[in-house]
């Protein structure tokens, strides 16, 4: 039975999703432009995986087992024959995915689906050039860092066949793999989890620019609040426990006084023509020579890992 998966592009997100494929049991070949990229997005995923043994993700035994199934190289199409699934997680542009996408059609057999880890991009654009089994292109979109966050958008293109992105799921939520997928069933900007985060931020900016609060508050706000109950108390099943009549009256009340912009808010401006483009510049909302960004990414990650051990014990 072919059991490989080609992970193409081996990055920050190639290397994440070709850790947790080798956690699945998968023979996980990384295939980056040449061998000492390949290498690294490997060692990477060793990486990836050890992480997830020493926070007891995964056992000792699960982590080497999964080691021993990495392997990097060069060109995909010396695995077209044992791969059973395909991952591109090359840079976002779209051109170069339409090219890659294109040429991989031709490569591999009909039955293995070509996915794309695009967080941007439509599937059917992708595919636009694939002129053989466009059916078995779909998108699986990891969040960063993707051998944490359990999420992966399984998004339907135009042409995509809906029983491949159904089987791609299915695959994904394999406990293995430590994925929660997500059935997307029209491809649309932002996706399904992007739309909701970007009405998060869109009034989170707003009430910093209407002076409503201060930035320090509102992350306080969403991170001590709703943020601290996302993980077990989605947003629906808390309108089903607030009752449908009270969340209609507080959307009476609270919806006309919201956001509804539907271009970027002034703020961005702001900061942008003055430079400050965040941390990448040590200046954005905040003063990052100030705030320790790697400590803020490491509690980041730690919770993860906290929140996963606890929902993998009460499931
Ligand atoms: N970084 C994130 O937070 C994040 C989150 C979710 C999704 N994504 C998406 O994942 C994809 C990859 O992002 P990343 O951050 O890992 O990028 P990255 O720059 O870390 O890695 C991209 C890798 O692809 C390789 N590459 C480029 N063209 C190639 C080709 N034709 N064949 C083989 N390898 C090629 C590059 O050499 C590089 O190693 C993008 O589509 C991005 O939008 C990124």
Known sequence: MKNTVVVVGSGLMGSG??????????????IDLNAEN????????????????ENELYTPEEGAAAKALLASGTDYADFRDEACLVIEAIFENLEA?????AAMDEVFPADVPICSNTS?????????????????????HFWFPGHLVPLVEVV???????????????????PAWGKSAVLVKQDLP???????????IREAVNIVEIGLADPEDVDTAV?????????????????????LDLCQNVQRTVLPGISNRTDPSPVFAEHVDKGELGYKTRKGIYDWNVKDMDALAKKRNDFIIYARKFLKTHE
């Open 17 to 30: 999703i070709a850790a947790c494929a080798a956690l699945a049991g998968h023979k996980t070949v990384l």
């Open 38 to 53: 390949a290498a690294r997005g490997a060692s990477n995923a060793a990486k990836n995986v050890d992480e997830l043994v």
């Open 97 to 101: 995915k339409q090219k890659l996408f």
């Open 120 to 140: 941007g991009l439509r599937i059917t654009d992708i595919s636009a050039l694939c002129h053989v089994h466009p059916e078995r292109t779909v998108t699986t």
């Open 156 to 174: 339907v293109g135009d042409r995509t066949d809906i029983e491949v992105a159904k089987a791609v799921k299915e695959e994904l939520n394999r």
């Open 190 to 200: 932002g996706q399904l989890a992007n739309r909701i985060l970007q009405a998060v």
């Open 223 to 243: 991170k001590a609040g709703m943020g601290i109950r996302f993980p077990v108390w989605g947003p629906l099943e808390h309108i089903d426990a607030a009752s």
